[in-house]
RNA sequence: GGUCCCAUCGUCUAGAGGCCUAGGACAUAGCCCUCUCAAGGCUAAGACACGGGUUCGAAUCCCGUUGGGACUACCA
């Protein structure tokens, strides 16, 4: 058995869970869990400027809701400035990293020219060779760079890709008010949790040949790299703000479901033959990093409601029923104090699942069935509360007062009988009948939607669009 | 500007030199089913960026062009 599979999420609290973090972490954990790994979350909160808790907590709120678990962590960063002041100070002691005085004015002037002149924008090593001591102020640690020569990614997605070393720029691994950078602390901490395998997105390719050189300089084992391709908008450009929802939290709020997310990101960038449809079992036993493609893929919010409304029609009408109650509640279709029947809901939890993409949809159609009295489209009256209509409404209204078995198999033997007495055809009775009862013209079988709203309600509603006509209000 | 990555229907993708008159899915259109709306079923339209090689044979390999993207911080 070789070496143990591990693997880390490690997303900055800079802001919320977004969809390219959650399809890199996802990514992650599948890997681990394929191989029966360890699944580490940890916090990069090096920029103590810019992370806050509250965006760690909501990080963490997206994984549990992704149903992403976490085997080791969450560790974070700023908890952990003495490892990294311990690496820094063997690099010093070896001479592979020196102290650097340059201001930031003068290295954004260095830029400028460089940039004019067609040169790379690389630090010109300055102070590299000044043997410069420590002051408490503006004193940054750099690393040495090797200047000559090729290193060469072994990238499990990208396969190799060569740098030269030339462009590689002594990177500064500690500020100058004693906090470790970006490239210093992921290669530490990937080295101290003894990570096998990194999986990121590859905006970092670029920064991998650094971070290569820094495991050299410490004498470590190699982690693998598997670099995945961006996720981006649909005019191409990085998946950002302006292209719409983008936090996975917002995808919760919309009434997205989150095996509808975690299926379509994993098939975001990953593919198992002609499959679409996921189970996390199957994700878990199918995922290799060798179906992963390399090119980048444009995140296409039609496909992820087709997907959502899949897994709604597929779920469990009483499990949707509780998913759907804080939904109601938001938008006051019922109280937060109600006491509300789930079994009964689940009911016409169930007529709507098929006719539902969202959760929130569904609440909305759910209106009909729980509140007491319901708004008539006016367009939908004109058109079906015609005289005619109202004549049948009443005779259905009569029928039903007699039933004594108020189902949808009896419920249905009075239209099909008024259809035939008349001879009409059923969506002559059923459509006014529709309109009274829902107040639209678009909705889920007549004859289940009476059985669930329940005689009494029924007959009320008849009433009301009957009444309604005889005040000429058509 | 420099470095690096990428390139199959509008979108996600299958495709590891002959199985490809390029398959599936979303979206679109039509039909069927039908009490409406959905769901479902069937059908249609729709792609190998371009140019050179290599090869008996290329979507698949190589080179170039073009186009997109990322990185280029004392951010991560």
Redesign the pocket.
């Known amino acids: 058995m070789n070496q143990q599979i591990r693997v880390r999420f490690a997303p900055?609290p800079t802001g919320y869970l977004h969809i390219g973090g959650a399809r890199t972490a996802i990514f992650n954990w599948l890997f681990a869990r394929h191989y029966k790994g360890i699944f580490t979350l940890r916090i990069?909160d090096?920029?103590r400027s810019?992370s806050t808790d509250e965006f760690l907590n909501l990080i963490i709120e997206g994984m549990k809701w992704l149903g992403l678990d976490w085997d080791e962590g969450p560790f974070r960063q700023t908890d952990r400035f003495d490892v990294y002041k311990n690496y820094a100070g063997r690099l010093i002691k070896e001479g592979k990293a020196y102290y650097?005085c340059?201001?930031?004015e003068e290295?954004e002037r260095k830029?400028q020219i460089a940039?004019a002149s067609?040169l790379?924008?690389?630090?010109d090593g300055k102070c590299r060779d000044l043997n410069i001591k420590p002051a408490y102020m503006?004193t940054?640690l750099r690393f040495k760079m090797p200047q000559e020569g090729q290193i060469i990614v072994n990238d499990l997605i990208?396969?190799h890709?060569?740098?030269?070393n030339s462009?590689l720029e002594d990177l500064?691994i500690i500020?100058?008010?004693g906090t470790p950078?970006?490239?210093f602390v992921v290669v530490v901490d990937d080295i101290d949790m003894n990570i096998s395998h990194i999986i990121r997105g590859?905006?970092?390719?670029?920064?991998t040949p650094k971070q290569i050189h820094i495991y050299e300089a410490f004498a470590s084992k190699m982690p693998q790299f598997a670099h995945l391709p961006?996720i981006?908008g649909h005019d191409?450009?990085?998946l950002s703000k302006r292209h719409g929802a983008t936090s996975v939290l917002a995808y919760k709020e919309m009434g997205y479901l989150p095996e509808a997310i975690v299926n379509y990101l994993a098939?975001?960038?990953w593919?198992h033959?002609?499959q679409?449809i996921f189970t996390k079992d199957e994700m878990i036993e199918y995922f290799s990093i060798?179906?992963i493609?390399?090119?980048?893929?444009?995140f296409?919010p039609?496909?992820l409601l087709?997907l959502n409304?899949?897994y709604i029609?597929n779920s469990n009408p009483l499990r949707l029923a509780g998913m759907v109650l804080p939904f109601l509640i938001q938008k006051k279709i019922v109280s937060e104090d109600q006491d509300i029947d789930i079994k009964w809901l689940s009911k016409a939890v169930n007529l709507l699942r098929?006719?539902s993409k969202t959760l929130d949809e569904l609440a909305n159609s759910l209106r009909y069935f729980i509140s007491d009295s319901v708004e008539i489209d006016p367009k939908a009256s004109q058109k079906f509360l015609t005289t005619e209509g109202i004549k049948y409404l009443s005779e259905i209204r009569d029928s039903l007062s007699r039933l004594q078995d108020v189902s949808a198999a009896e419920i249905e033997k009075i239209f099909t009988d008024l259809s035939k007495t008349h001879n009409i055809?059923?969506?002559a009775i059923?459509?006014p009948v529709?309109v009274a009862l829902t107040g639209g013209?678009?909705?889920?079988?007549?004859?289940e939607i009476i059985e669930i709203i329940g005689k009494e309600k029924t007959i009320k509603r008849l009433s009301k669009a009957i009444e309604q006509l005889g005040k000429g209000f058509s």
């Open positions: 900055s990069e090096t920029d810019r650097c340059c201001t930031p290295l830029r940039v067609g790379p924008m690389k630090y503006s940054a990208k396969g890709v060569a740098f030269e462009q500064v500020r100058s008010d950078t970006y490239n590859d905006d970092h390719l670029n920064n961006m981006l191409k450009s990085r098939r975001l960038g593919s033959g002609d679409e060798e179906n493609g390399k090119s980048a893929a444009v296409n039609e496909k087709w409304s899949h029609i098929e006719r055809k059923l969506g059923a459509q529709r013209t678009a909705s889920p079988g007549i004859y």
